[in-house]
């Protein structure tokens, strides 16, 4: 069963993560973690331990210089040294797979300092949820990002595919179901534009889901160390909304 699924039997999606705890999930965390700062020195790059509310005006100020065509993004060779030793990035994206979508862009930052996730449809599976445990929980980033954009191609079929029951070809109808419970929603709403309206209720389905997703993103969303926000990305204007903070 996908997570999305799961997220809506939450009596299956509890089961499951009793399963992973009972693999000893904690134990490996805190292996890992103990790895990434081995020397115990300071982080590769200390301008990236920030606050949840630090972390996302980072963010937004970095949209803002792209959008303004005002870049500050440096060589590689300035952070190369410090990063050959680690990373710690001081935020996690889940972004679609569209080529027109590149978080480092636009949100003008380098190498070092986005944990990005992505694909069509930025919507959670099981090894996107891991890989933004391992980003937030072991790296030490402070927030999540949930990165919806306009025109999105992995929506659109997921309305084709309700609207016309039918199964997508080869493996593309996955993307269309995880997307189907936004259509859903969408339709029993009735909006003038229903495409604008799933591409918002995926992202705010997804930004629920990391929030209450045990034991590990839960537990650091309640501690405060950790934000989940949900951003739209507008290809017309390069600016991304927040629709969720
Ligand atoms: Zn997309």
């Known amino acids: 069963m996908c997570i999305q699924c799961e997220y809506r039997e939450p009596t299956l999606r509890r089961r499951n993560f009793l399963n992973l705890s009972a693999l000893g999930l904690g134990a490996v965390t805190a292996g890992l973690a103990s ?145 189907s419970s936004a259509v859903t929603t969408a339709k029993n709403n009735n909006p003038k534009d229903l495409a604008d309206y799933v591409t918002r209720q995926n992202v705010r389905n997804n930004v629920q889901l990391l929030r209450q997703a045990t034991p590990l993103l839960s537990k650091r969303v309640r501690d405060r160390q950790l934000r989940v926000v949900g951003g739209l990305y507008d290809i017309n204007t390069g600016r991304v909304e927040l629709i969720e903070t």
Do not use: W
């Open 35 to 179: 790895n990434v700062f081995a020397a115990g020195g300071p982080p590769p790059k200390p301008e990236n331990v920030l606050s949840p509310a630090a972390a996302l005006e980072r963010l937004v100020q970095g949209n803002n210089r792209y959008v303004k065509g005002t870049v500050a993004r440096n060589g590689f060779g300035t952070s190369q040294a410090a990063l050959a030793q680690g990373q710690n990035p001081y935020a996690c994206i889940l972004g679609c797979a569209d080529s027109r979508v590149s978080p480092e862009l636009l949100f003008d930052e380098n190498q070092g300092d986005l944990f990005v996730t992505r694909v069509a449809g930025n919507f959670v599976t099981h090894e996107i949820l891991a890989s933004l445990e391992y980003g937030t929980t072991v790296l030490n980033a402070s927030i999540v990002m949930v990165l919806g954009h306009a025109n999105c191609g992995a929506v659109s079929a997921a309305i084709k595919a309700v609207e016309n029951e039918e199964d997508l070809p080869g493996h593309i109808q996955t993307l269309a179901s995880a997307l």
